[in-house]
């Protein structure tokens, strides 16, 4: 180990990447616990996925998201472990036809497109520690063992029911929630306001929910509890939802001669619990609800869910209702995020316009479209996706701003030594009365605490535009500093150096800072900088380099690195929309 590695490990608290990770009890002990009951564990999920179709850069982005903010909690270190479930929701009508039009039964359809949301997982680095699949034996033991609870409680009960019932959305909906259109033959007919598929008027015997009884209570949560839902536009949506009528009771089955493939009511076999029911108890089930080994009171409750906007009724009024019921404690702040859009529309198969994730990433690299989509994606509005611009993104600020830096200041030419040099404090002070020497250390030293700031407020796009700011601070001190000129003076070789170090400093701050983002480019470029992985965390990024008296030279990796290698505009085709 170089006497620099030994720096960074003698000031820096530890930390390694890998969520299964348990922190050594001398550090749990120097932190607060945020909550004696749970424990040490930070659980975040995303929604379960649909295989009723591949997935698209929607479901990635809830996965991104999720994995994002994950492995912020890791660099903070505070001393937790890390559960991030995730997984597929199986069962239903629409999941059958499916099947259907694919030739297959409906488990080995659903294990073809399970398994391609785990591929995807992979591809994109998504670090989840728990995949919950509907049909997992598990998970259909928890949801019986749910369902009992409910109804031991009193809060389910068989009562004939009628209503407006769309077959493609799988609910109920009240007459406000339709529209009235003509069909292609001039008939007059109702659709859903919100998904335009046609509903039909539909009696039969169903379970139903007492949601109406929790009405109040749900009011009651989302006025007192501050982060409840973010951003706040989405809480407000749902407190506008909930003040403006009254909750009806909700059909929590189906019968099964009309939905059969699905998971069948306790002790009444004509009738299959209600998809969204059994999905949202996913969440009970990667914590482990059903086992009585301790675990589930560690693991609950969630402490983030990432959703998007099109589940945030299911999530913020039907969950937290069901889990009031069963008295169990409510997520702790439900992430809702905005939609990604194609030429404004809707992504869907029929409009052919859909975005297929894993054919970008062999083209931008999956910690490119992890970037783009974090770096440009806002959670409080929709997004419309762009390959050319995403495109112009990736070369100006992966391959140019971060990438070329990078090379620049490890390159032989102006590096003969290959290091991160130490620094002559003198030279240090004069350096610093330049104008763009002192921005560049006084942006670098604010970055941590701004990023922190909005990586807590789940404002990614907000963190990268810090740190892509930063680096464009740390450009223009290089060409203002003409490196290449002062390599030729045998006399400045400390000013080189220091101009070397300053520019490595703010590349090792802002690849840390960036590692939640693009945890592979990110970790190529501390790799090639040579600083340890025990090191990755807030608190080293903290501690600057030239405030440090006793830091020394670090020798470079000396594998030549390409970390993002620009685009080129021919390859777009490649990418070509497809279904
Ligand atoms: N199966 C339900 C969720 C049950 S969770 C208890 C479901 N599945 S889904 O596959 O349709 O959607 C999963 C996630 O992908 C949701 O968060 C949804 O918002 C997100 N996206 C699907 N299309 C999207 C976009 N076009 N843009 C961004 N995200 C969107 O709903």
Redesign the pocket.
Known sequence: MNTGLMLFNKTLLGGCAGFSRISNSVRRKAIVAVDEKKKNTFFI?????????D?????L??SVIADCIARWHLLCDKGTEIKFSTG??EHGSKIQQASNANALSPIHYCDKIAESYRNLAECFNINYTDFTRTTDANHIKTLKKFWNVLQKKNYIYSADYEGWYCVSDETFLTSSQLKEVEDNNGKKIYISQESGHPVEWTKETNYLFKLSEFQEELIRWLQKNEVAVRPRKFQKILLDLLSREKLPDLSVSRPSSRVSWGVTVPSDKSQTIY??LD?????LTAAEYKTNNGKFEENWPPDIQ??????LK??GIY?PAFLMAADLELPRTLLC??????GLE??SKSKGNIVDPIKRSEVFTADGLRYYLLRV?VAHS??NYNDSKAIRVLNAELADTLGNLLNRCTATVLNPNQEFPKLNREVLEEVKKLDVAKTLIENVEKLPFICEAHYNEFKIYKVVDAVIATLHSANLFFETMKPWELKKLPEEKETLDVVLHLTMETLRVSGILLLPVIPHLSSKLLSKLNIPEISHNLESVKTFSWNNSDFNSIKLLPEKVMLFRRILLENKPKMKISQ
Do not use: C, E, Q, R
């Open positions: 999920t995303t929604p379960i996925y649909y295989v009723n179709a997935p698209h850069i929607g479901h982005y809830s597929t929701d998809v969204w999905a949202l108890v996913n969440y990432v959703i998007g906007k099109d589940i299911f999530h969950w995020h905005s939609h990604w859009t194609v809707k992504m994606g929709d997004g």
